[in-house]
């Protein structure tokens, strides 16, 4: 730095001061890469396990339900549930409307 006589000052900017801003300059950008990249990481990690726990819980729930279907489709339950209710089997039976929902009896 140096002073003239009307009171300016005078910059001489050498290459190595040049090259240390550009190096801080590259160092600051480089650290707000890695903040930035990192919490991208975190968060789909964060996501990820969510959905790790969702897809336990619902394999889980197809397990009891597979179990709640293999009884219902024991033939020997079935016909226990039937006499238990007083059921007896449909036969002739006539549906009244075309989509077979509603039936009578002869």
Known sequence: ???????????????????????????????MYFVVVSNIITSSNYKIGILNKEFSMLIENNGTLT????????????????QSHNMVEAT???????????AALR
């Open 1 to 31: 730095m140096r002073q003239n006589s009307n009171r300016t000052i005078e910059f001489n900017y050498t290459g190595i001061g040049v090259l240390n801003v550009f190096l801080l300059a590259a160092v600051v950008l480089l650290m």
């Open 67 to 82: 179990a709640q279907k293999l009884s219902v489709e024991n033939s020997s339950a079935v016909l226990y549930f039937a």
């Open 92 to 102: 002739y039976a006539t549906h009244i409307f075309e989509n077979g929902e509603v």
